[in-house]
């Protein structure tokens, strides 16, 4: 069970990038996925998620109306389209697949992928 991010680079402060996940390993059709991302010296954050169906989505205050995320499941891949980047996006980004837990009322991330590394110039 693997999940592969891809697409980080270095773009100027008000550019755009495109990330992806790709899983492989087995189906996560039926899992949330979800974006983190966690900058030097900083812990990691929550950045965006979408649900199975991929009709809703949540943003960290931070990035919404700048970041898109979205899914396909035919293809077993999650993206993150990210506008209007600002240097306090810089981070490494990790993409995760997860479950809501009714019990806990919190969604549970259990499996993570390798990061890919966004730097934005200003």
């Known amino acids: 069970v693997q999940l592969q991010a891809s697409g980080g680079g270095l773009v100027q402060a008000g550019g755009t990038l495109r990330l992806s996940c790709a899983a492989s390993?087995?189906?996560?059709?039926?899992?949330?996925m979800g974006w983190f991302r966690q900058a030097p010296g900083k812990e990691r954050e929550f950045v965006a998620r979408i649900n199975w169906s991929g009709i809703q989505t949540h943003y960290a205050n931070s990035v919404a109306g700048r970041f898109t995320i979205s899914r396909d499941r035919a293809e077993n891949t999650v993206h993150l389209q990210m506008s209007s980047l600002k240097p306090e996006d810089t981070a490494v980004y990790y993409c995760?697949?997860?479950?809501?837990?009714?019990?806990?009322?919190?969604?549970?991330?259990?499996?993570w992928g390798l990061g890919t590394q966004v730097t934005v110039s200003s």
């Open positions: 390993g087995r189906t996560f059709s039926g899992d949330v």
């Open positions: 995760a697949a997860g479950r809501y837990s009714r019990a806990y009322q919190t969604y549970e991330w259990d499996t």
